[in-house]
C-alpha cells in the first residue's frame, strides 16, 4: 500500500488523560493527549510546538546481526548518520551535516539507539525547516549512504574502544548490568551487546553493512512517530524513506529453558574497588500481556528504579547503609545509571525480570547476595498486602509525569507500542487506568505466576583479588559477614526497631544460597563481549 493511501484513511485513536488526573485516584482518568493514527506503521501526537519531533524505528536491531558479524546492526544505523551519505563527489560527512543542521538546533543532528530488535532515530527541526531538512538530510540519510572507507572505520574504533575500554575498565556498573542482559539471552541470537562484539566488529565488512542495509532499512519495516499533522509534510517524510516491504521474519524463538538451581558468573577487574551485585531470570510479560501491570504495581513496591520509596532501597541503603541504591525490573532498562525514568525505544519480544544492587564493600558481598535472594524469596512467597498494593498504586502514579514530560517521550512510547501491536490501546495512553484497575489479588497472582527464585542468574562484578575467593565463599556458605551494631551506630541496649534490623541480619546470613561451585564462573573483565557465544556454550550447556 502506497503512504498517500495509507495517510487518505488517517482516523483518531482517542484522546488521552491531563494530570490533573493524578489528583483524583478514584475516577477513570480521561486520556491525556489526541493520537492521529494514519496506518499500522505511522502515528501522530499533536503538538503546537514550533518543533516538529521525528522518530523512526527500523524493526532490526542486533538479533539481526549475522553470527561471527555482531555489530553489523550498529554499525549501519551509526553509518547512516555519520558514514557518509549522498553525493559520492561531495558526500555529507559527519561534519558536513553538523554545519548544515546548526541552524535548525543541536537536535536536528539525528541520533540513533541500537537495541537488540529495534534501532530508533530521533530528530527534532523547526517546521518551516522541514522541507529543506527533508531533502538535504533525511531523505540522502536513509536512501543514499555511502559507507565511507575513512568514516566506518572511524565508528569501528570508536566501539571497540567503547568496549575494550571503557566497558571492560572504566565502568563497572554498565558492564555489570550489560553482561547480565547477555546472559539472560546467551546462545540466542540476542545473546551479545547491541554494540557488538570485538570479533563481530573486527569481521564487518562493507558487504556485511550494504547488505544488512538493503534487506531491513525498507518503509515496510519501519514505525514512524511524528508531531507533524501537516498532511503534506507527512506525505514529504514518508517519501523520503527507502521503499520496500516488511521484512518476513520465521517465527520468534522462545526464552531458553530455565535450567534447574542457581549460577553464577563473577567478572573480575583488575582494581575494582567494591563489587556490584546483579541477578536476573527470563519471563514471559512483556507490555502486551495482561499481566504488566499487576507486576508494574508490584515491582513498584519492591524495587522502583533511584526511588527511595522501594522495599529493597529501604532495606539495603536506607536502614543499613551499604551503597548507593538497590533496584528491580520486570523488563529491560537502557541507559542506566544514568537515566532516572527508563528511556523509550527498547521493545523485545522477550524480557527478564533482575535486581541491581549497586557497589557493596568486598566483604559485604556475599551477604548481601544471600540478602537480596533472601528477600526475593520473601516477596515470592508473602506478596503483598492490600494496603502495601495501595500504597504502591499511588506511587506509580506519579510516574506518569516522568514518562510523558514530554513530546518526544510520548512519541517514542507511541514507536512502542506499534512494535507490541498496541496501536489502539497505548502504554501512556492507558497507564493510569490500567493501575487504577489493579487488584492486590492480581498483583499476587502475578507475582507467584512470573516470579521465582529456583533458577536464577547471578552476575557480579568484583576485584581480580576478591573474585576466587568469593567463588568459594559462595559455594561453601564460607566468610558471610555484615556489618556489627558499632558499625550501624547502634547503641546499647539496642531500641526494639535496630534489634529487629540485627535479627534480620541474622536470618539473611543463614539463608541457603545452595550454589555448587561448578555453577560459578569466573571470567576476566579483558574477555568479556569478545565473541558471540554459541548455544554450546551457553550457561549450563554441557556442564
Known amino acids: ?20 488526573a493524578l489528583q483524583q485516584p478514584r475516577r477513570k482518568p480521561p486520556k491525556p493527549q489526541s493520537v492521529h493514527v494514519f496506518s499500522s506503521h505511522l502515528i501522530t501526537v499533536p503538538s503546537t510546538s514550533p518543533l516538529y519531533e521525528l522518530k523512526i524505528m527500523v524493526h532490526a536491531g ?8 555482531e555489530g553489523t546492526a550498529n554499525l549501519v544505523a551509526r553509518g547512516l548518520v555519520e558514514g557518509g551519505f549522498g553525493d559520492a563527489k561531495s558526500p555529507v560527512t559527519s561534519q558536513r551535516l553538523a554545519e548544515i543542521v546548526r541552524p535548525w ?223 528491580s525490573y520486570i523488563e529491560y532498562y537502557a541507559g542506566r545509571p544514568q537515566y532516572s525514568f527508563p528511556p523509550p525505544n527498547t521493545p523485545r519480544d522477550q524480557q527478564y525480570f533482575s535486581i541491581w544492587i549497586r557497589p557493596v564493600a568486598h566483604q559485604y558481598a556475599h551477604f548481601i547476595v544471600k540478602a537480596m535472594t533472601a528477600e526475593l524469596e520473601r516477596f ?26 514530554s513530546k518526544s517521550r510520548q512519541a517514542g512510547y507511541r514507536l512502542d507500542d506499534l512494535f507490541y501491536n498496541m496501536r489502539d490501546h497505548g502504554y501512556l495512553e492507558e497507564m ?33 583479588s576478591h573474585g576466587q575467593q568469593l567463588a568459594e565463599d559462595l559455594a561453601n556458605d564460607a566468610n558471610v559477614v555484615s556489618k556489627t551494631a558499632a558499625e550501624y551506630h547502634i547503641s546499647e541496649p539496642a531500641p526494639p526497631e535496630k534489634r529487629k534490623m540485627l535479627q534480620q541480619d541474622e536470618e539473611w546470613k543463614a539463608y541457603k544460597l545452595n550454589l555448587p561451585r561448578e555453577n560459578i564462573q569466573i571470567r576476566k573483565a579483558a574477555a568479556m563481549f569478545e565473541a558471540a557465544e554459541s548455544p554450546a556454550d551457553a550457561p549450563g550447556a554441557g556442564r
Open 62 to 69: 542486533s538479533g539481526d546481526d549475522a553470527s561471527g558479524k
Open 380 to 405: 515470592v512467597r508473602e506478596g503483598l498486602t492490600p494496603e502495601q498494593v495501595a500504597l504502591a498504586k499511588v506511587k506509580a502514579r506519579t510516574l506518569y509525569l516522568s514518562y510523558a514530560e
Open 432 to 464: 493510569l487506568q490500567q493501575i487504577d484497575g489493579v487488584t492486590a489479588e492480581q498483583v499476587n497472582q502475578a507475582i507467584k505466576t512470573h516470579l521465582q527464585t529456583a533458577s536464577l542468574t547471578y552476575v557480579i562484578v568484583t576485584s581480580e
Open 105 to 327: 538546533g543541536e537536535r536536528a543532528f539525528p541520533t540513533v539507539r541500537v537495541d537488540k530488535q529495534a534501532t530508533t532515530f530521533s530528530m527534532a527541526v523547526p517546521r518551516e525547516a522541514f522541507a529543506q531538512f527533508t531533502e538535504q538530510v533525511l531523505k540522502p540519510m536513509f536512501t543514499r549512504p555511502l559507507w565511507m572507507e575513512s568514516e566506518m572505520e572511524r565508528l569501528r574504533r570508536d566501539q571497540l574502544a567503547h568496549i575494550q575500554s571503557g566497558l571492560r575498565f572504566e565502568d563497572q556498573e554498565s558492564l555489570g548490568l550489560l553482561a547480565l542482559d547477555d546472559e539472560m539471552f546467551a546462545g540466542s541470537s540476542l545473546g551479545h551487546l547491541p554494540a557488538g562484539t570485538v570479533r563481530g566488529l573486527q569481521a564487518v565488512g562493507r558487504a556485511d553493512l550494504a547488505g544488512f542495509y538493503q534487506r531491513y532499512y525498507t518503509a515496510g519495516n519501519m514505525y514512524v512517530a511524528t508531531t507533524i499533522n501537516d498532511r503534506g509534510a507527512l506525505e514529504r517524510l514518508m517519501a523520503a524513506l527507502p521503499p520496500g516491504e516488511p521484512v518476513m521474519r520465521p517465527m520468534k524463538a522462545m526464552l531458553k529453558v530455565l535450567l534447574p538451581g542457581r549460577r553464577a558468573l563473577i567478572i573480575t577487574q583488575p582494581n575494582a574497588i567494591a563489587t556490584g551485585l546483579h541477578l536476573g531470570f527470563p519471563i514471559r510479560v512483556t507490555r502486551a500481556h495482561p499481566d504488566y501491570w499487576p507486576l508494574f504495581v508490584a515491582n513498584t513496591w519492591f524495587g522502583i528504579h533511584r526511588d527511595s520509596f522501594s522495599h529493597l532501597y529501604q532495606l539495603i541503603r536506607e536502614q543499613r547503609g551499604y551503597n548507593y541504591g538497590d533496584y
Open 1 to 20: 500500500m502506497k503512504w498517500a493511501a495509507w495517510l487518505a484513511t488517517a482516523g483518531i485513536a482517542g484522546t488521552l488523560a491531563p494530570v490533573r
